[in-house]
């Protein structure tokens, strides 16, 4: 499957707003899901703080008792905000990743060529 997070905006007390500031300046909820290979919803944990990082809801994600499990024998691909661990598969970090970079040129490496394939 694969998973990621994504910012909710959302309406917190003036006392909580600086915790839920996000990149953009508003306040967000980070939102982890989880989908399967047909699409479909395995895992959402939500009510994290904007400002908080990817790999720190994902590590809680694991550690609840109801949290997120992977299937012995299978992955969940994730963005370069989360780091490599059992389960878990990230693009290599310092190469380059989105389609738009790669522009008409070919992959150059193995490194390349798994980011593009990811």
Do not use: C, M
């Amino acid at each position: 499957g694969a998973l990621d997070g994504t910012h909710v905006l959302a309406r917190v007390p003036n006392k909580d707003r600086g915790a839920f500031l996000g990149r953009k300046h508003t306040t967000t909820q980070n939102v982890l899901a989880a989908v399967d290979f047909d699409l479909r919803f395995t895992y959402v944990l939500d009510g994290w703080e904007g400002s908080s990082h990817d790999a720190l809801i994902l590590a809680d994600a694991i550690q609840r008792p109801d949290g997120l499990k992977v299937p012995q024998g299978e992955f969940y691909l994730a963005d370069a905000g989360y780091a490599v661990r059992p389960g878990f598969l990230p693009p290599y970090r310092g190469t380059i990743y989105h389609l738009r970079e790669y522009g008409t040129s070919r992959p150059q490496n193995a490194s390349e060529l798994f980011n593009r394939r990811h």
